[in-house]
């Protein structure tokens, strides 16, 4: 890939610029806004000056209810050897596109993808060309996809640093709103509990709640869009969520009654949804994407004195010890702390007596 | 307080020893399993020898449905000067323990405490005397409660290092199904659809549905024990999101309407329970327990060279920046991640600048 032109200039369609920039390909910004496109020129994404001939690959990043007509306004055009769209739902934008009566070579030219970058900020200033570095881009071709066409597709992929993951769009759909789309949704409508609630209530929140409602802070009007274009399979997970909900109900109020026979299967029906989250929870994948995370953690209680973080990495690095995640877990109304290193198991009982050697205190 | 009885040597009642412990008090361990006092003895928690005469303090460490009779039983022998228990629950064990016909002489010498201490691991060998540090510690007294024994559960959450907060006993429980119990079973429903997920859809999970499943994680036999003891509040709250689930089910429905009148009902109703969340997720409370969080990010690449993590914290601490907070994020795949610092707004600038000149990569 030599040329490119990228169509829309929000987070994504700038991230993706800027990583084609900076690895050499020529690249030509549009945005219905010629201030975004300046602007993004501005932060070295390209030039928003319009190709002279077709470029090598087209790159569609306007809202998923936008992209058939800006795909078929481009192809019309013939401003590129190949088309991509990068929104985050595929099903839709391709039957719109294909319900506009396109000669099927020139469909054969378009494949849509979905780089799964996870970032709440949007336009061009949040951009970074390393948006996608490490993570999945999926890629929906169809059996009539042009080879050169996917290629191209792969090479961006592969320019911006992400790892190709080819899905039909359907599946892929189905995959976003289990994975994104049905938890967000679920984590507002936990936080939105609190909305209310008293202030002694709130005081008593820790870190689970914390963790489950910290999407719940994202920006409405970008899920509005998402959430617009893939309502079927979220609507059938809530439905599911919806269910399992009604069953717990049924179960909690099954432990208030004065029938033994009755709490008993109360208890059965809890055990049911709890030992399930078990199981699912422990398929989310951790580091490299690979396998779940199954680290050993060692907690070392930490002050609120600036260094302290700095000085348990350099005791740990001394240890020969690699941290592969942390979590900070904050006190409440005094200035202390904890923090939790994630470590391979055997590398456990290594860090434990080497930060315990240098005067940390750790939690068993 | 100079002496004290632990009865129940399970995490809370061994962490409460330690603690009572490393500061001078004269611990006696009870436990219906022997073995479990003399593990907790060995750990420092104490002796687990019988007191000769009464002792100051009993603190009653067992589930929910066994406070009430172990309380009593510990009243009649006349154990102690002041009794409480430390279940999850309040409201419960005290109406069980009133329905025992107790003088109210003897009734008076009781109060109610939960300390709010979040360690999903269980037994006295994840105990630790910094278990309570910082964190709220409810206590339930009613008009009746003798002085004498709240300030004895006052020195008790003051020798933790805890932060005593008075609350109504069936207010706690409320606030608990809230803050708690609720989001526990919510997230454990939502990691229960990965159970039979595809692998392919498996992969492309992020941080967000990392953080809504993380507490799903947990032991399912404690939560059956504290659900159990608080089944009425929970239900209630969880019956009000199924209330939101429904209506969003519908607005996702509605926006697949061919009505566009409908269309826009379905807006409106999927961005009232997303701004609902938002409003909710910012009562959360950050760092000291006080205002929510208000940070910065500073995001920075890394590679998974070690002392990585440790240089960043050097590097942060030379510019005089504070951590207050951070997060990994891994890269699938590669070797690499992000590493996201939160900062005061103020001190943003500063850490990304001196950050970039010592050679980071840092995201805008």
């Not at 899905?167 to 967000?184: C, K, T």
């Not at 936080?191 to 910290?214: K, M, N, S, W």
């Not at 994948?285 to 779940?292: L, N």
Request: with cysteine.
């Amino acid at each position: 890939m030599r040329t490119a032109l990228v169509i829309g200039t929000g987070l994504i369609g700038t991230s993706a610029a800027l990583a084609l920039a900076g690895r050499g390909v020529t690249v030509h910004l549009a945005d219905h806004d010629p201030e975004q496109a300046r602007t993004a020129a501005a932060l070295g994404a390209g030039t928003d000056e319009a190709p002279e001939g077709p470029v090598d690959l087209a790159i569609v990043a306007v809202p998923p209810a936008h992209v058939a007509a800006t795909l078929a306004d481009a192809m019309h055009r013939g401003v590129a050897r190949g088309y991509l769209d990068v929104a985050s739902v595929k099903g839709g934008p391709r039957r719109d596109l294909e319900a506009l009566g396109l000669d099927p070579s020139v469909l054969s030219k378009y494949i849509g993808t979905h780089p799964m970058s996870g970032r709440e900020k949007s336009g061009p200033l949040a951009a970074t060309g390393d948006l996608f570095e490490g993570r999945p881009w999926v890629l929906t071709p169809t059996r009539d996809t042009d080879t050169e066409v996917l290629n191209l597709a792969l090479e961006l992929v592969a320019l911006c640093r992400a790892v190709p993951v080819v899905m039909d769009a359907d599946a892929h759909d189905r995959a976003v709103a289990l994975v994104s789309h049905m938890p967000h949704l679920v984590s507002s409508m936990v936080a939105a509990r609190l909305e209310h609630a008293e202030e002694t209530a709130v005081r008593l929140c820790g870190q689970g709640i914390r963790d489950v409602t910290r999407i719940a802070a994202s920006d409405p009007r970008m899920w509005i869009d998402i959430l617009s274009a893939n309502p079927g399979p979220v609507a059938d997970l809530l439905a599911d969520v919806a269910a399992d909900l009604d069953e717990t109900v049924q179960a909690l109020r099954a432990l208030q009654s004065s029938d033994e026979a009755k709490r008993r299967e109360g208890v059965t029906g809890i055990e049911d949804v709890l030992r399930r989250g078990n199981s699912g929870q422990i398929r989310v994948p951790g580091k490299h994407g690979a396998a779940p995370a199954l680290y050993e953690s060692v907690v070392v209680l930490i002050n609120d004195q600036p260094g302290q973080l700095a000085r348990i990495f350099a005791d740990a690095g001394m240890a020969g010890v690699n941290i592969e995640d942390v979590r900070i877990e904050h006190a409440t109304g005094q200035q202390a702390g904890l923090v939790e290193l994630m470590v391979e198991p055997k590398a456990a009982p290594v860090l434990t007596a080497a930060l315990r050697e240098r005067g940390w205190a750790i939690r068993q």
